[in-house]
């Protein structure tokens, strides 16, 4: 079994602070995705990353995937209340029913105007 | 375009009835899934459908759940008989590839069991 940990479990800032949480495994991923679930929704996704070491940017979200595959990090800048909602980071593994998506447990994030 | 589409979004019943969740997927899509999120274990995988077939349902509690895909456009989630332990929120998901892709998710069916 594939363990995706979070952190941190909660977070709440003010308006236009910086954060960054982390999604660590002991595992190899084949790749790596980041959701975003708001209230009575399903998760959406926001971003794949697939190769060690990739940075990828969504407007003021920074996603980068370890050199090792094993671990990625989501870097908000100059947060806004509509950043509020739970932050799902999800791997999926090279073969076999490991390639089934594993949710991490997730980073609630509540950003106060 | 139409997204996943789940109902009921809420459903209360007592121990020892059962439960239908229903989902349709996204059209085209061949892969769909169903989740359980609940506050202590996060966001389950409970069964995988390819092309209408179960392919894993490791993830199913035991046999009191079940489910079907009896087309490409329908999928159920059965518990039958339901338990307090079963409150969750149950998610469908549907995927143009299910083993690489982007999953889509419902709005979710919102279960409490008293």
């Known amino acids: 079994t594939q363990l995706l940990e979070q952190s941190p479990q909660f977070l709440s800032i003010q308006e236009g602070e910086n954060l960054t949480v982390y999604c660590n495994s002991s595992?190899?991923?084949?790749?790596l995705q980041w959701y975003r679930q708001e209230p009575g929704e399903g998760p959406v996704l926001l971003v794949t990353?697939?190769?060690?070491?990739e940075v990828k940017k969504l407007k003021r979200l920074t996603f980068q995937f370890g050199d090792a595959r094993k671990d990625s990090s989501l870097h908000i800048t100059a947060a806004q209340p509509g950043d509020t909602g739970l932050y799902l980071c999800?791997?999926?593994?090279?073969?076999?029913?490991?390639?089934?998506?594993?949710f991490g447990s997730g980073t609630q994030l509540t950003v106060l105007p | 375009d139409a997204g996943v589409i789940q109902s009921p979004r809420h459903e209360v019943t007592e121990m020892g009835q059962e439960v239908t969740l229903r989902c349709k997927p996204i059209?085209?899509?061949?892969?769909l899934f169903w989740y359980r999120q609940t506050m202590m274990r996060g966001l389950e995988l409970l069964i995988y459908?390819?092309?209408?077939?179960?392919?894993?349902d490791s993830g199913m509690p035991e046999d009191r759940f079940s489910a079907k895909m009896p087309n490409a456009s329908f999928s159920t989630l059965k518990i039958q008989p339901s338990e307090p332990r079963d409150s969750a929120v149950y998610f469908c998901?549907?995927?143009?590839?299910?083993?690489?892709?982007?999953?889509?998710f419902g709005e979710g069916s919102r279960l409490t069991v008293l």
């Open positions: 998901a549907s995927s143009p590839n299910g083993l690489t892709g982007e999953l889509f």
């Open positions: 595992s190899v991923f084949s790749s």
């Open positions: 990353v697939v190769t060690g070491g």
């Open positions: 999800a791997g999926r593994g090279s073969s076999g029913s490991a390639r089934q998506l594993t």
């Open positions: 059209s085209g899509h061949n892969s």
């Open positions: 459908f390819n092309n209408n077939v179960p392919i894993d």
